[in-house]
């Protein structure tokens, strides 16, 4: 069983900055990629930033030059760095950690954390 534990999100204006945080627990093998999907109101999710066990990273272009992911392997926690945040970043952002599984790819989240971005 692993668990996702999300925190750091909130309200904040815009061009301000928030960090979110997702601490992994549990009976955790073969990490493929840690990230960040976000959903809006009315909208699919979406994949935001994506570091894999390898160090590769992949962002929303959206995102690119504004967000920052990182992750600390000891603590099995993975960061987002979010800076010069736009209104159009609201949205519940939801962690990810994706493990091989077989021939594929299982995908486990967090229960989300809404970011909250106006004046």
């Known amino acids: 069983q692993v668990q996702l534990v999300e925190s750091g999100g909130g309200l904040v204006q815009p061009g301000g900055s928030l960090r979110l945080s997702c601490a992994a627990s549990g009976s955790i093998f073969s990490i493929y990629a840690m990230g960040w999907y976000r959903q809006a109101p009315g909208k699919q999710r979406e994949l935001v930033a994506a570091?894999?066990?390898?160090?590769?990273?992949n962002y929303a272009d959206s995102v690119k030059g504004r967000f920052t992911i990182s992750r600390d392997n000891a603590k099995n926690t993975v960061y987002l760095q979010m800076n010069s945040l736009k209104p159009e970043d609201t949205a519940v952002y939801y962690c990810?950690?994706?493990?091989?599984?077989?021939?594929?790819?299982?995908?486990?989240w967090g229960q989300g954390t809404q970011v909250t971005v106006s004046s």
């Open positions: 990810n950690l994706a493990t091989y599984s077989g021939p594929g790819v299982y995908d486990y």
């Open positions: 570091l894999t066990s390898g160090g590769s990273t």
